[in-house]
């Protein structure tokens, strides 16, 4: 459930039926947990350090702790906090509710929200995880006032995913500036695909919208130590999708040059830095990979609908670089 907060303090009005709380928090995002009273852990949060042994150690910490069963945990910061606190409260003690209070746009408009958790493995992203819904998804636009910009055009990137899927017009905002009312509305557009589809069995892989090629862009990046975040590689990905989706005659006749001029007017990247054959083995890895060879790519029909397209990703015919 979302729930809008206007005070970080209010937080605890909520919780204030639950006897034991714990909080996992981004030790960037220390002044958010400074006037909670509950036990905290501080995590230096990297996709590096995004792995079994992070969770592991959320675990222990909660056991050394006298966490029960009945233990209620708080996740803060961005996506890989999120996700990684969200895991921990997957497994421990088979399983304990959580919920997130996230600090990126990033994570409130999308890693937050639907209950995905999951790490790393061998360079990949979110190899291995699982599927435990939050109780809440707290929403406090405060949080966002130190960000630098280059993180909130990252959290853009997946606000304009969302609409590209479900909101035309939403869409069209968006690119004019963010506002609370159109976060919200993002995180209710994702809830309300989640709670059709809580195991994308269907409708919910409408969400993964520039996240096939977005993945293989990440971990080539990884590969490379070069710098781009998730956020930038997803709307990358959007534009190639955009691309694929054009050269099938899917999309809209001029829908990857509008798009382009749209990103490169907020400020996002969209040139994809690595050729087509470096991307293809990363994307037939994937976890979404369907078996087979074929790969489920979700392509943007015009701004508001997209549809999905299974292929062998071998089989692209346009270079991406």
């Not at 990884?222 to 998730?230: E, V, Y």
């Not at 392509?299 to 508001?304: A, D, S």
Request: glycine share 10%.
């Amino acid at each position: 459930m979302i729930m809008e907060l206007t005070h970080i303090a209010d937080i605890s009005s909520h919780l204030a039926q639950e006897t034991e709380v714990f909080v996992v928090y981004d030790r960037n995002v220390e002044w958010v947990v400074k006037d909670l009273s509950w036990p905290a852990l501080s995590l230096d949060t990297s996709e590096d350090g995004k792995t079994l042994e992070t969770v592991q150690d959320i675990c222990r910490w909660l056991l050394e702790c006298g966490a029960s069963r009945h233990a209620f945990l708080l996740a803060i910061g961005g996506g890989i906090t999120t996700d990684l606190a969200g895991f921990a409260a997957a497994i421990y003690k088979r399983g304990i509710r959580y919920a997130n209070l996230p600090t990126t746009l990033l994570a409130q408009v999308d890693a937050a929200i639907g209950g995905k958790t999951g790490v790393n493995m061998d360079g990949y992203k979110n190899m291995l995880g699982a599927f435990h819904m939050p109780e809440f998804t707290f929403i406090c636009a405060d949080v966002l006032r130190t960000l630098p910009d280059r993180i909130l055009k990252a959290g853009l990137a997946e606000m304009l995913k969302t609409f590209l899927l479900a909101d035309g017009e939403a869409y069209r905002q968006a690119l004019s500036g963010i506002s609370q009312e159109l976060i919200l509305k993002a995180g209710r557009i994702k809830e309300a695909v989640v709670s059709r589809d809580p195991f994308e069995q269907g409708e919910r892989a409408k969400l993964n919208l520039g996240h096939t090629f977005g993945h293989a862009i990440e971990h080539e990046a990884r590969q490379r130590a070069d710098d781009i975040s998730h956020g930038e590689a997803v709307a990358m990905g959007i534009i190639l999708a955009a691309r694929l989706s054009e050269s099938l005659g899917i999309g809209q006749k001029g829908l990857t040059a509008r798009l382009k001029k749209d990103f490169q007017g907020i400020g996002l990247p969209v040139e994809c830095p690595y050729p087509t054959e470096i991307l293809q083995e990363a994307m037939a890895k994937d976890k979404k990979a369907l078996g087979g060879g074929k790969v489920k790519f979700v392509l943007p029909v015009k701004p508001g609908e997209v549809v999905f397209h299974e292929m062998n990703p071998y089989d692209l015919h346009f270079d991406t670089k």
